[in-house]
Each structure stands twice: as structure tokens, then as C-alpha cells.
T-cell receptor
Framework: GAVVSQHPSRVICKSGTSVKIECRSLDFQATTMFWYRQFPKQSLMLMATSNEGSKATYEQGVEKDKFLINHASLTLSTLTVTSAHPEDSSFYIC??????????FGPGTRLTVL | KQEVTQIPAALSVPEGENLVLNCSFTDSAIYNLQWFRQDPGKGLTSLLLIQSSQREQTSGRLNASLDKSSGRSTLYIAASQPGDSATYLCAVFDGTSYGKLTFGQGTILTVHP
């Protein structure tokens, strides 16, 4: 149980386009979903926290107009990278929270912007 | 602001060795600490979770300890195997309602045959 999926696992896009990444909790309902970004050989940096039906809370320094988060249901959250640029290339990982102290992580999405 | 540091950044050992990975955090007011494993290009797998009231947790060849007052945790891996090669991350949870985790930068472990 407690499986979190992400789609797509890899995406390559041209500079200026928008990319949507989906995060789903497959067998449970998540009270909260989290989006992280990871650069090569670096740790995970929390980008934003979202609760179903409400606006996401973004960490300091994360552009909310560039990284749009929609939490449509208790099992689905999406991250849209708008007008992507090469510096947005990274590994994006989501997690789904159950209660206040347990998170289950997705397999990640590798974004490459040409 | 909580900061989490892991030492060493990388470790290479021969198969069979026992090893220790270190994690330190600046704010001792944590709710719990968790150790994760990450394989290249993959997501995170939770290994052990220690509540702030606990001193250690064990799972198979893994043992994690927590000294909350000194802001330290160690992950002990016994009889290492090549399959243990991965990046190991520790993360602390501050106990806020929305569950924010603060991660260390990880230790890249290579176990060679």
C-alpha cells in the first residue's frame, strides 16, 4: 500500500513551452501533497505544499506564477512549469502526506528543457 | 531555520564492512527524523523513522540512532553489500501541521565487491 505515482517519468521540452507533471496517490487519500526539486548530487528542496481545494503554500524564493500547483482532489496534484527555460531542468519529486508526520514519495520526474 | 548536514558526502567501502553515516541538525525541536534511500534517477524509499522520544530504530542490517539534545543521528549499516550502494538522505520533521521535511544533502555510498 501507500503508493505514489508520477507522470511522466521523463520529459524533454523546448524552451518557452509549459510542462505538466502529475502526482497521484494510488491507494490512499492524501491530506497534503508536497513538491520537491532536486539538482544533481544535491538534496531535495521543498518548493510548495498543497492541500486539496486550497491554494498552495510556496517556499521562499519559489515563483508561484512559474510553478503552478493544482490540487484537484485528495489523490491528485499537478505541477505545471510555465514558460520553461533550461535552468528549470531538474528532477521533480512529489510526496503525499497522511496525517501530519508521514509522507510517501513518488518516483520523480526528470525534466530537461532544451 | 533548521539546517541538516550529512557527513561524509561520499563513502566507498569493500563488501562486508560495517559503516556509519552521520546526520546533524541545528534545531533540536524536532518531531521525528527519517532516513531514506535514493537510487540514481529514482524517488525516495523510507528506511527508518525515529520519533523524537525514541533513541533508536532497527530494521534488518540497519540501525538508526537519535540524540535529539545534541542534534545528531547515525545510520549504521552492518555487513554492507553491493546492493546497498545508493544515496542515503536524512530528513527532520519539525512537527508543524503540514509536515515540512528538511533534508540533508545526502551521503553517496558505494559498496564494491
Amino acid at each position: 500500500g501507500a503508493v505514489v505515482s508520477q507522470h511522466p517519468s521523463r520529459v524533454i521540452c523546448k524552451s518557452g513551452t509549459s510542462v505538466k507533471i502529475e502526482c497521484r496517490s494510488l491507494d490512499f487519500q492524501a491530506t497534503t501533497m508536497f513538491w520537491y526539486r532536486q539538482f544533481p548530487k544535491q538534496s531535495l528542496m521543498l518548493m510548495a505544499t498543497s492541500n486539496e481545494g486550497s491554494k498552495a503554500t510556496y517556499e521562499q524564493g519559489v515563483e508561484k506564477d512559474k510553478f503552478l500547483i493544482n490540487h484537484a482532489s485528495l489523490t491528485l496534484s499537478t505541477l505545471t512549469v510555465t514558460s520553461a527555460h533550461p535552468e528549470d531542468s531538474s528532477f521533480y519529486i512529489c510526496s503525499a502526506g497522511v496525517g501530519s508526520d508521514t509522507q510517501y514519495f513518488g518516483p520523480g520526474t526528470r525534466l530537461t528543457v532544451l | 531555520k533548521q539546517e541538516v548536514t550529512q557527513i561524509p558526502a561520499a563513502l566507498s567501502v569493500p563488501e562486508g564492512e560495517n559503516l556509519v553515516l552521520n546526520c546533524s541538525f541545528t534545531d533540536s525541536a524536532i518531531y521525528n527524523l527519517q532516513w531514506f534511500r535514493q537510487d540514481p534517477g529514482k524517488g525516495l524509499t523510507s528506511l527508518l523513522l525515529i520519533q523524537s522520544s525514541q533513541r533508536e530504530q532497527t530494521s534488518g542490517r540497519l540501525n538508526a540512532s537519535l540524540d535529539k539534545s545534541s542534534g545528531r543521528s547515525t545510520l549504521y549499516i552492518a555487513a554492507s553489500q553491493p546492493g546497498d550502494s545508493a544515496t542515503y538522505l536524512c530528513a527532520v520533521f519539525d512537527g508543524t501541521s503540514y509536515g515540512k521535511l528538511t533534508f540533508g544533502q545526502g551521503t553517496i555510498l558505494t559498496v564494491h565487491p
